[in-house]
């Protein structure tokens, strides 16, 4: 899994978007995938004393915070 972002170090918002790039191949251990679900949360920081706080990520079933997707295929 990874998160493909650009943000400039100066210009920090927390409102930027992410991209997400899975390997369909790391989502199931089983040769058949198809009709699969697999939800996953965004976690999106702001700013704590001044500085950018990470962002992070955690699979799973959506819990807090409220941001969160769904990939199917």
Same mark, same amino acid.
């Given at each position: 899994?990874?998160? &493909? +972002?650009? &943000?400039v *170090?100066?210009?920090? =918002?927390?409102? /930027?978007? =992410? !991209?997400?790039?899975?390997? #369909? *191949?790391? #989502?199931?251990?089983?040769? $058949?995938?198809? @009709?699969?679900?697999? !939800?996953?949360? &965004? &976690?999106? +920081? @702001? +700013? $704590?004393?001044? $500085?950018? $706080?990470?962002?992070? /990520?955690?699979? @799973?079933?959506?819990? *807090?915070? *409220?941001? /969160? @997707?769904?990939?199917?295929?």
């Amino acid at each position: 899994m990874a998160s &493909v +972002h650009e &943000v400039v *170090k100066d210009s920090w =918002c927390p409102e /930027w978007l =992410c !991209r997400i790039e899975i390997p #369909l *191949k790391s #989502l199931s251990s089983k040769e $058949q995938r198809e @009709g699969r679900a697999w !939800r996953f949360d &965004v &976690v999106r +920081h @702001g +700013h $704590q004393n001044g $500085q950018p $706080q990470r962002s992070s /990520w955690s699979g @799973g079933l959506p819990a *807090k915070p *409220k941001t /969160w @997707g769904i990939i199917s295929w």
